[in-house]
């Protein structure tokens, strides 16, 4: 599993970079501009070259609208300024095939670009609160457009948690329709360390985190802190441990 940890800042990027032996993927995002919201090009291009050359850079292209132009030209712009992952919220996307029409062109946009680039299909495990698209369509639509990965995350920044929305069996179910599509599957949403059992247990191939690794566990007001990347990193150790010898026991 793939420690994904989303500064907002090139001060907090410098942070993770002082924890870099600790995650897998720095991913830029705008959190004053929406659970998704995509934070600036220069901020993009400044963050890539604050952290080590061996960590790959994701980037948010906002929670966005249902207008496939505008999103593909925003996710270009993202892999243009050193993003390799590239992540779409369907926020204004009311059915699979919106979803759909918007992804391929931003897979188009992204890999006529840079071929190696991931583009990632974003989801809203509140989807009933804003509107959006089924959750569990999040893998069929990501498969239909030649996504490489589906994601869930949480609309509402409210307190509210990935399992509050989607309980835990309903996430594996999300992740099987993702490997079964040859996708990987990331979730993310106000998780904390007592989630890592079950993320792990299911089969997540990317965790990610700003809460959890902030002072506070304030994803708004606390800012990222490398020791605090450093433990939950431990957490995610001890659970594939302790999975990987609960398999073998089985066998």
């Not at 999040?138 to 996504?147: M, T």
């Not at 594996?172 to 040859?182: L, Q």
Request: charged content about 25%.
């Amino acid at each position: 599993m793939l420690l994904l940890v989303s500064p907002d800042s090139v001060e907090e990027a410098l942070d993770c970079a002082k924890a870099a032996d600790h995650l897998d993927i720095v991913d830029v995002k705008k959190p004053d501009e929406g659970s998704l919201g995509a934070n600036f090009p220069w901020v993009i291009r400044e963050i890539r070259d604050a952290v080590p050359a061996d960590k790959p850079v994701s980037a948010t292209v906002g929670d966005v609208p249902y207008k496939p132009g505008t999103v593909a030209q925003a996710a270009l712009g993202a892999v243009v300024s050193g993003a390799t992952y590239i992540k779409v919220g369907l926020y204004g996307c009311t059915t699979p095939e919106q979803g759909v029409d918007v992804m391929r062109a931003v897979v188009r946009a992204v890999k006529d670009h840079r071929p190696d680039a991931l583009v990632v299909a974003s989801g809203y495990a509140d989807a009933h609160r804003v509107g959006c698209v089924n959750p569990l369509a999040l893998p069929d639509i990501a498969a239909r457009s030649g996504a490489d990965a589906a994601m869930l995350d949480t609309a509402v920044k409210d307190g509210t948690r990935l399992f509050d929305h989607v309980p835990a069996d309903a996430c594996a179910e999300f992740v099987r329709r993702a490997h079964g599509s040859g996708l990987l599957a990331a979730l993310a949403g106000s998780l904390a360390h007592a989630d890592l059992g079950a993320l792990t247990r299911m089969g997540t191939d990317i965790v990610g985190v700003r809460g959890a690794v902030c002072e506070g566990g304030d994803r708004n007001a606390g800012r990222i802190r490398p020791q605090l990347v450093a433990a939950f990193r431990a957490e995610m150790d001890r659970q594939a441990r302790e999975h990987a010898v609960g398999v073998l026991a089985a066998d």
